[in-house]
């Protein structure tokens, strides 16, 4: 029995961990349509976090507006992160 407890404990992990990552990429993109203080260190500090997160996704739309790129590439790495980390999270939550 303890064994699906382990399992549901990593799920759960799992899944926290992906929200936390969207939170992050979701906070960024708030911060920069808001147009906040880039000298902040809270500012600073998401952006960062935001940059090494979605590092694959960043730059991978075109578009001419700033921001729309900024939606864009943060945000499908938002999605993508939800997705396979609670797809997983699924998976391990069945064993």
């Known amino acids: 029995m303890s ?3 382990g399992s549901n404990s990593a799920g759960t992990a799992v899944a926290v961990i992906a929200d936390i990552m969207a939170v992050i990429l979701g906070l960024w993109i708030v911060m920069y349509l808001l147009d906040a203080n880039r000298a902040n260190d809270l500012v600073q500090f998401v ?3 935001a ?3 979605a590092g694959w996704s960043r730059d991978l ?4 507006e ?6 864009a590439g943060y945000g499908l790495a938002a999605v ?6 609670h ?6 939550h069945r064993y």
């Open 3 to 5: 064994r699906y407890r």
């Open 47 to 49: 952006h960062d976090a």
């Open 51 to 53: 940059n090494w997160l």
């Open 61 to 64: 739309f075109t578009f001419d």
């Open 66 to 71: 700033d921001w729309a790129r900024v939606v």
């Open 80 to 85: 993508v992160y939800l997705f396979v980390g």
């Open 87 to 92: 797809a997983i999270a699924g998976r391990l």
